[in-house]
Every structure is written in structure tokens, then in C-alpha cells.
Nanobody, 118 residues
């Protein structure tokens, strides 16, 4: 069974930091590019960041560039998102997604809530 389980969300003050984790199982993790996508309350999905299957190439939305860092550990089948200098507008449910490079098949996790508030 394919599983993507996000964790690490919570309440943090503006300017604070948080690290999200996504534990993958049930598929060959190293064959998939990974993404973080978020959905703020009452808003649509917003792509946040991506990393290729080997971890050598990363991409970021302009809204998080310079503040967030995406990393993967293929040996542990885990994806991370280090979030620094958090802003209230970063408040959202963060989803981990996996996309197979060969055919585009993708999976989504259940999400983890991040709330940035003073």
C-alpha cells in the first residue's frame, strides 16, 4: 500500500521555524520526484516546492524562496521541508506529493497543519 505520511506541523509564531517530514512507503521512493503543496483556509492549492528523484535539483515558489528548503533522504524514504522566517500567510495544510518520473503517476499524503500566528 502506498503511503505518504506528513508530520511536523503545528503552531509557530511569525519569524519562527518548523520542519515538516513526509515518510513514504509502498513504492520505490527514489524513482519519484517529490513536491510540497499547500492549501490555506478558504483558498485553492498552491505549489510550494519540488525536488527531483535524486535530490540534486530543487524548485521553489516565489513566495517561499529564500525561506524554505526542500530536502530528501532516499535511504530513509523521507522528504523534508525546512521552513524558516515563517509568515502568517504560510498558514495552510501542507501536503507531500510523489510523482513518478517515467509516467507521471502521482500520490498525495493526508497533509499536516501549519499555523503561523502570534
Amino acid at each position: 500500500e502506498v503511503q505518504l505520511v506528513e508530520s511536523g506541523g503545528g503552531l509557530v509564531q511569525p519569524g519562527g521555524s518548523l520542519r515538516l517530514s513526509c515518510a513514504a512507503s509502498g513504492f520505490t521512493f527514489s524513482s519519484y520526484a517529490m513536491n510540497w503543496v499547500r492549501q490555506a483556509p478558504g483558498k485553492g492549492l498552491e505549489w510550494v516546492s519540488a525536488i527531483d528523484n535524486g535530490g540534486g535539483t530543487t524548485y521553489y515558489a516565489d513566495s517561499v524562496k529564500g525561506r524554505f528548503t526542500i530536502v530528501r533522504d532516499n535511504a530513509k524514504s523521507t522528504l523534508y521541508l525546512q521552513m524558516n522566517s515563517l509568515k502568517t500567510e504560510d498558514t495552510a495544510v501542507y501536503y507531500c506529493t510523489a510523482r513518478r518520473c517515467t509516467d507521471g503517476i502521482n500520490y498525495w499524503g493526508q497533509g499536516t497543519q501549519v499555523t503561523v500566528s502570534s
